[in-house]
């Protein structure tokens, strides 16, 4: 039962670079949230999404994308990294949006150069 | 603007004694709270949660109390244990609106052997 999976653990990248976090959940739960979570500030929520195709922004949105074409999938995109973005990133779903609690991956680590 | 607020960013309980930690929240649309433990290296995991036709929660030596008027919450753990050491974050919900899961910034919690 691997619950929430995000891969990878660990990633540095270079200014201007893209790269996707992947965020895969094998419990069908309808919604699915990505947060960043950086020293002092909390869990900040970045996207998330109500089911297959339907996605909506959060506290921070900018500079990220995400899609979500099947219930498991839901990845995040960071197009142009940016130092700014240097944080544990964090992908959590639940059974449905209506008040169930979230079941968080373990996080990626992303260092932006 | 922070919708929650966790004032306290740490506390120091010696075991045994009662832990008492709190959160605030602005948004009156928010009707159900939560409760996550997070270790270091790991993923946020679900403690317990209240929805706000309640005011009282309770689930072993955890139990949250919610006073809408005052908007506040709180997480009482019983006796403390040295295993409770953690970051306690809140999180609340509007589970008919917007479906945005909003967290704190987390206390982290220290039980004194």
């Known amino acids: 039962n691997a619950g929430v999976t995000q891969t990878p653990k660990f990633q540095v990248l270079k200014t201007g670079q893209s790269m996707t976090l992947q965020c895969a959940q094998d419990m069908n739960h309808e919604y699915m949230s990505w947060y960043r979570q950086d020293p002092g500030m909390g869990l900040r929520l970045i996207h998330y999404s109500v089911g297959a195709g339907i996605t909506d922004q959060g506290e921070v949105p900018n500079g990220y994308n995400v899609s979500r074409s099947t219930t498991e999938d839901f990845p995040l995109r960071l197009l142009s990294a940016a130092p700014s973005q240097t944080s544990v990133y964090f992908c959590?779903?639940?059974?449905?949006?209506?008040?169930?609690?979230?079941?968080f991956g373990d996080g990626t680590r992303l260092s932006i150069l | 603007d922070q919708q929650v607020k966790q004032n306290s960013p740490s506390l120091s309980v010696q075991e045994g004694r009662i832990s008492i930690l709190n959160c605030d929240y602005t948004?009156?649309?928010?009707?159900?709270f939560l409760w996550y433990k997070k270790y270091p290296a790991e993923g946020p995991t679900f403690l317990i949660s209240i929805s706000s036709i309640k005011d009282k929660n309770e689930d072993g030596r955890f139990t949250v109390f919610l006073n809408k008027s005052a908007k506040h919450l709180s997480l009482h753990i019983v006796p403390s244990q040295p295993g409770d050491s953690a970051v306690y974050f809140c999180a609340a919900s509007e589970t008919s609106g917007t479906y945005k899961y909003i967290f704190g910034t987390g206390t982290r919690l220290k039980v004194l052997a």
């Open positions: 959590a779903s639940s059974y449905s949006s209506g008040g169930g609690p979230q079941h």
């Open positions: 948004n009156s649309m928010f009707d159900y």
